[in-house]
């Protein structure tokens, strides 16, 4: 068994003289206060209404029709009004408000400089496919020189637009052509820091106690980081801190219970330490501060070199605990669904490319193609001819050794007689 797998009966150990009391200071809320508060880390909300406030008389560097009509895209999209079809419905988050207007901008400025367009709606099919092919090979760079790695969210983005822009119009009886139905929205997953178990515990050991705990917490649970990790709070550790509770309020796709199997005991101490109430913070952190601190920590234990995931060590996040958990998690899950539930993830190809990057095969042995009621019948049958087995053996063994209390008794006394000689019969 590992050391990690072993946390729970030696975080007692680890935690003991420790008072994790090195989190960022927080007010306590009135315990009577609605717990559904939802922290936004990277405030995303200040910097959407920020940036309504900047653009209030036009998005500068694009033309007046498209700062209008992206505007009043971007408005809709907050509303949850005239969204795609098979499109999520409801309002968008702030941060993808913020992302639709960025790139929006940015692909605006590029159809101007590049074809000449002077409007974003003027846009052609083959406008689109050149431009993002562009953006793939890199004869359209970032402005740093860097090639753009996310293309794909940027087609994303535009056909979100276009198919926005084509219900608008379909509403007032004009049709406006599909130029989005051949474009590529897939893209090479970005590169990220991978970390085994091994390397946790050697994080963890040379860790300071406030971010012992965390450690052990981000790859126990494989939580989004920071945007879930810093609104759980104390309330939402059920049964002992056995389970971990992500509201749907707080997450980025639904709200999940899940088991924790690592953790458990140095959450307990840790609440119990530092007095926590159910509605306090677990983790009230900078997410800026402890991704610096990490950074240091994994250049100095685990070194600078590159990892099987692009990136190196010392460029290790706390988004990074999540995927190196669920590499952890995914050979111990039997079903996929299963895995998807517990990483809050909608479709299966997150798990094909871990599954790729862990160069895992086919491991499916004939005990899996069991469902459940037949494999559970199947196993009671078994359970049953194996006890009825070992009473057999039971029953043999008392008759073998029956046997041989008979034989020896048998032995004695024909020793017995022989010493004695034969019997003399009276005369007469």
């Known amino acids: 068994m590992s050391e990690v ?27 009577h206060e609605t717990t559904k508060m939802k922290v936004d880390p990277h405030k995303q909300e200040a910097k959407y209404h920020a940036l309504k406030k900047r653009t209030k008389l036009g998005i500068p560097g694009i033309p007046t029709t498209d700062s209008d009509t992206i505007k009043r895209f971007i408005r809709d999209m907050e509303l949850g009004l005239n969204t795609g079809r098979g499109a999520k419905k409801g309002p968008r988050s ?90 590529d929205t897939t893209q090479d997953k970005p590169p990220w820091v991978y970390i085994t178990e091994e390397d946790i515990e050697k994080l963890r050991r040379a860790a300071t106690p406030k971010y012992r705990l965390l450690i052990l917490f981000l790859f126990d649970s494989g939580i989004r980081a920071p ?30 219970t899940i088991t924790l199997l690592l953790c458990t005991e140095a959450l307990r101490h840790h609440i119990r330490d530092e007095g926590l109430q159910p509605h306090d913070q677990v983790f009230p952190i900078s997410p ?36 190196s958990s669920a590499c952890y998690w995914l050979p111990r899950y039997k079903s996929e669904s299963g895995l998807k539930y517990r990483f809050g993830w909608r479709k299966s190809r997150m798990i094909h490319y871990y599954t790729d990057l862990l160069g895992m095969s086919d491991t499916i042995t004939s005990e899996d193609i069991h469902l459940t009621p037949a494999r559970t019948g199947l196993e009671n049958r ?41 019997v003399s019969t009276p005369s007469g």
């Open 5 to 31: 797998q072993s946390a729970l009966h030696t975080s007692e150990a680890l935690f003991v003289g420790h008072r994790l009391n090195q989190f960022k200071p927080y007010e306590r809320k009135d315990p």
């Open 382 to 422: 078994l359970a049953k001819v194996e006890t009825e087995r070992r009473l057999t053996e039971e029953r043999l063994t008392t008759l073998q050794s029956q046997v041989r209390e008979i034989l020896h008794a048998v032995e004695t006394l024909a020793s017995a007689t022989a010493q004695k000689g034969p």
């Open 227 to 256: 945007t879930e990790l810093v609104n759980v709070r104390v309330h939402d550790l059920l049964d002992d801190c056995t389970r971990l509770r992500i509201r749907e309020e707080t997450s980025k796709t639904f709200g999940r």
């Open 94 to 183: 702030h941060a993808r408000l913020n992302t639709l207007q960025h790139k929006l901008t940015f692909l605006a400025k590029k159809l101007e400089q590049c074809y000449g367009k002077g409007s974003i709606l003027d846009a052609t099919e083959q406008d689109l496919h050149e431009l993002f092919s562009a953006m793939r090979s890199g004869e359209i760079s970032k402005l740093n020189g860097g090639q753009y790695r996310s293309t794909g969210d940027y087609v994303k983005t535009f056909k979100s637009f276009w198919h926005w822009h084509m219900k608008v119009n379909r509403k007032n009886a004009i049709t406006i052509p599909d130029i989005c139905l051949d474009l």
């Open 288 to 323: 800026k501060v402890a991704n610096r601190y990490l950074k240091h920590l994994a250049a100095r234990v685990l070194g600078t070199g590159p990892t099987p995931a692009g990136k190196t060590y010392s460029q290790l996040t706390l988004y990074d605990f999540r995927h």
